[in-house]
């Protein structure tokens, strides 16, 4: 008997994630504009604090709303990391005589998490006769998924090796994903030396600029 497949929705561990649905996160939001708004009418102690404090709120409320969900930018990001390893499954699952969507299925099924469920989508429509593009618009807003997109579109299209491609994707994906770090490291680096920086002119204007000042002007005066 064969082994049940695996939800392509739940993740390594066997669970499916909890996304935090759209009511908590309004109901948040307000709470976190409210106390907000509060607290500026709390420091101001007048009653000029209040349409301040209206406005904060407001503000901070339209703000909160275009930041995007903790889950959701999670998933993005899970989606992002697990793209090259999908597209190096599925030149192997093409490369040993797949179909398509039986081999961009059977990566789903290896793979799990939130880019399984879309890689499991494409392969729904692809069984379903929906036109290449259609299919494969479901990997749409994970970074470095449309190339992958395109050259599925152009093997579809011209009769390409979607292998050869989905090889050299991995590879770029990887060399890009190192770029990416090695610029965030020099970043972080920069960053770091900014507090210090910032604690260290004080402290050198007060222990050794101020001192001579004084100096000279007690020898002067």
Do not use: K, N
């Not at 709470?31 to 406005?55: D, F, K, N, Q, S």
């Amino acid at each position: 008997m064969p082994p049940a497949r695996r939800p392509a929705s739940a993740d390594r561990r066997g669970h499916r994630p909890r996304p935090c649905s759209p009511g908590r996160r309004m109901i948040r939001r307000i709470v976190v504009a409210l106390t907000c708004g509060a607290a500026i009418i709390w420091y101001a102690g007048h009653w000029w604090g209040m349409p301040v404090a209206a406005l904060a709120a407001y503000g901070i409320d339209r703000w909160l709303r275009r930041q995007e969900p903790a889950d959701v930018r999670a998933s993005r990001t899970r989606a992002e990391a697990d793209l090259p390893l999908a597209a190096d499954l599925l030149a192997a699952a093409l490369r040993a005589g797949a179909p398509v969507d039986h081999a961009v299925s059977a990566v789903a099924e290896a793979l799990g998490g939130p880019l399984a469920e879309r890689l499991d989508r494409v392969a729904r429509s692809l069984r379903l006769d929906a036109d290449p593009p259609e299919a494969w618009s479901h990997l749409a807003g994970v970074r470095g998924a449309d190339r992958l997109t395109a050259a599925a579109v152009r093997s579809s299209t011209s009769g390409g090796a979607l292998s050869g491609a989905c090889t050299r994707l991995a590879a770029d994906l990887r060399a890009d994903r190192a770029i990416a770090a090695e610029a965030a490291a020099r970043r972080a680096g920069v960053l770091i030396v900014l507090p210090l920086g910032l604690c260290f002119l004080p402290a050198f204007l007060l222990a050794g600029l101020v001192p001579v000042v004084v100096a000279v002007l007690g020898d002067v005066l």
